[in-house]
Nanobody, 117 residues
Framework: QVQLVESGGGLVQPGGSLRLSCAAS????????MGWYRQAPGKQRELVAR???????MYADSVKGRFTISRDNVKNTVYLQMNSLKPEDTAVYYC???????????WGQGTLVTVSS
């Protein structure tokens, strides 16, 4: 079965950095487009970054220039390097495989990122 296990979240001050990891299993990771999503309390989950099997990336305008998505197809892991963090980045972050309308896999537990002084 598909498993997506996010880690790396925590409390960070504005302007700080974190690197999130998503360990994936149960599907052919190396050919999968992968994405990072986030959801703040009371808000809709949004896609913030995605990466193709070959490493091409796309970012939401809100994080462009600050976040970097990458992948390791040997470790079946996708990363999200987050720099210059802002309080509005506070959310639970999830990884998944983007579909045409909805993500394809069941959501994992996510990892909480809190940006606060």
């Amino acid at each position: 079965q598909v498993q997506l296990v996010e880690s790396g979240g925590g409390l960070v001050q504005p302007g700080g950095s974190l690197r999130l990891s998503c360990a994936a299993s149960g599907f052919i990771f190396r050919i999968a487009v992968m994405g990072w999503y986030r959801q703040a309390p009371g808000k809709q989950r949004e896609l913030v970054a995605r990466i193709t099997s070959s490493g091409s990336t796309m970012y939401a305008d809100s994080v462009k220039g600050r976040f970097t998505i990458s992948r390791d197809n040997v470790k079946n892991t996708v990363y999200l390097q987050m720099n210059s963090l802002k309080p509005e980045d506070t959310a639970v972050y999830y990884c998944n495989k983007p579909g045409s309308n909805t993500p394809l896999f069941t959501w994992g537990q996510g990892t909480l990122v809190t940006v606060s002084s």
